[in-house]
């Protein structure tokens, strides 16, 4: 029995997506005592890690700072198994949670909300889903994923293929049988990336379609024995502190010094270190200057490329996994398990897209320019409509009609990356141009589920049924998110840090969407924590006429 079978039709909290924010966000609700469901396209909870299924998915941030920080219980309970923990038992995690905490029976699959309607008459939403329903709430929880939104190349013949074939997303849920099977991965990206450093010895033959090679770099990761983990419940205050510290949320900090302040010698010494350890250190325990400066990034961009030289017995193939049109960590960096070494190997095939580029799917595989491909089995990594991409495949129309698609046709706009001016009572825990959408997620999730939590609760008790970010408020977030984006290299790279995807119109290379907020998760803290200590000024609270809304609206709102 889920909670449709409740049959309930108005719920105070309507919380959209049953994933990691989901659930934190169902938790904090219910211990609340707020009446509020979870809706989800998915046949259960999860979110990524219930859809990605691929060889090799797994965490690249450290397990124990991803899990959640709110129960003593649960992380005295939990034992993570690996340093970077794979898709099954991060979905297991997932749902001892959720079992944990009860928090199953509030939530509702198999359910996709296809439009969303505000009612400026009794400041409710309507939430109609695909099997026909349509709800109404107070507020609106987007919970929807960062990187939810799969995408497909633009080719001809998608369909007429008769292999197999997925978005890795996609990958399905029983196991596909891949020995003996010539397979085709087109992309490479983080997602790429780790499926091809896993399946490269369980195919008869794979080729590799890359358009533009990725940097990369060792995940490095161990199992965690029953005394570490001994060790990290001890410490897991100081851990969470720790990542609170740093801009990624990760427990990577900055090297203090300056890149230029120390010899070349010194900045070796470093690198050869941080390629040698765990995670996400060479890229964020580096000297900041690889962020913001073109000499210092293309030095150590160099240092890279000699490392990924050493890996690669052919020098001529080398040279095509060498990125030439941006600088080392300008795009969200992939973590790699013997990617590099894949190409070692005889069955492991690069076809370089620049040279070649793909005209078509065929019946029996795929053409480029230079010949056609037979394969079993074709893969696309191709990546997400990252952020926006989420909140655009649902039909939003605020207060005054206006669709929230049209609003951010060129790029969203936000206050704090949680609210939206003209549609009220609309909260984005990690909404774009948040912290949390940057930074290592479930950290993020907290500060931005523990916040507009807060706002709920601030609204309930003033009695407002209307709660919106002013228009200059938003004008004022979002010129500064994109002044960030001009201290950044970051902004003249094509990843999804800046909205880039080749497969979505206007989303193609030329214009930078500033989708993320570059400012790191202490300054993000710290000015949402000052906006609410000084009781929400750039917010507008209201009570609005509310009529014969829902007699159940109408306690909640008054309780
Ligand atoms: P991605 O980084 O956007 O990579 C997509 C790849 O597909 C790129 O190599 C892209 O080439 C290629 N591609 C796209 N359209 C194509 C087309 N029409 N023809 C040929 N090639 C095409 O996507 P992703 O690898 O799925 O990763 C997305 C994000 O998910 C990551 O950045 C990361 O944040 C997250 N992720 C996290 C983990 C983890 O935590 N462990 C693992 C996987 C993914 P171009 O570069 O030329 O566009």
Sequence with gaps: MDARTEAKSHYEVIVIGAGVAGIYQIKRLVDLGIDATVLDSAGDL??????????????????????????????????????????????????YV???????????????????????????????TDDGRELSCRFVVLAIGLLSA?????????????????HTYYWPREPVDLAGKKVAVIGTGATAIQLIGEIADKVDDLTVFQRRPNWSAPLNNSAISDAEM????????????????????????????????????????????????????????????????????????????ERIRRRVNDPAIAEKLIPRDHGFGVQRLPLETRYFEAYNRDNVHLVDLGETPLVRVTETGLRTTARDFEFDIIVYATGFDA?????????????????????????????????????????????PQSASASTNFPRGIE????????????????????????????????????????????????????????NVAGHEAGKVRHIVYNGGTPKFVSIINDVAARDYPEIAFSRGDIGDEPAAARASATS
């Design 46 to 95: 999860g979110g990524t890690w219930y859809w990605n299924r691929y060889p090799g998915c797994r965490f690249d941030s450290e397990s124990y700072t991803y899990g959640f920080s709110f129960s003593r219980e649960l992380l005295d309970e939990w034992h993570w198994k690996e340093r970077f923990s794979s898709q099954p038992e991060n979905l297991r995690y997932l749902n």
């Design 98 to 128: 959720a079992d944990k905490f009860d928090l199953r029976k509030h939530m509702q699959f198999n359910c996709q909300v296809e439009a969303m309607r505000f009612d400026p008459a009794r400041d409710l939403w309507h939430v109609r």
């Design 150 to 166: 799969p995408t497909m190349p633009r080719l001809e013949g998608i369909a007429d293929f008769k292999g197999r074939s997925f």
């Design 230 to 305: 001994d060790d990290i419940r001890a410490r897991y205050d100081q851990i969470f502190a720790a990542c609170a510290r740093t801009p990624g949320a990760f427990l990577h900090e900055p090297d203090p010094r300056g890149f230029y302040e120390v010899t070349r010698e010194e900045r070796v010494k470093l690198w050869d270190r941080l390629y040698d350890e765990p995670g996400f250190g060479i890229w964020l325990s580096n000297f900041r200057e690889i962020f913001t400066d073109e000499a210092a990034n293309a030095e150590f961009s160099d240092y890279i490329a």
């Design 387 to 431: 952020i926006t991409g989420a909140y655009d495949r649902i039909d939003i129309e605020g207060r005054n009609g206006e669709k929230l698609a049209d609003l951010w046709k060129d790029g969203p706009s936000t206050f704090l990356g949680m609210l939206v001016h003209g549609f009220p009572n609309l909260l984005m825990p990690t909404g």
């Design 447 to 502: 500060n931005g589920v523990n916040w507009c939590t807060d706002l709920m609760l601030y609204a309930r008790r003033r009695g407002a049924t209307r709660v919106e970010a002013t228009r200059e408020a938003q004008a004022r977030w979002t010129e500064h998110v994109a002044k960030m984006y001009e201290m950044m290299l970051l902004r003249k790279a094509k990843g999804w840090f800046t909205g880039y995807n080749s």
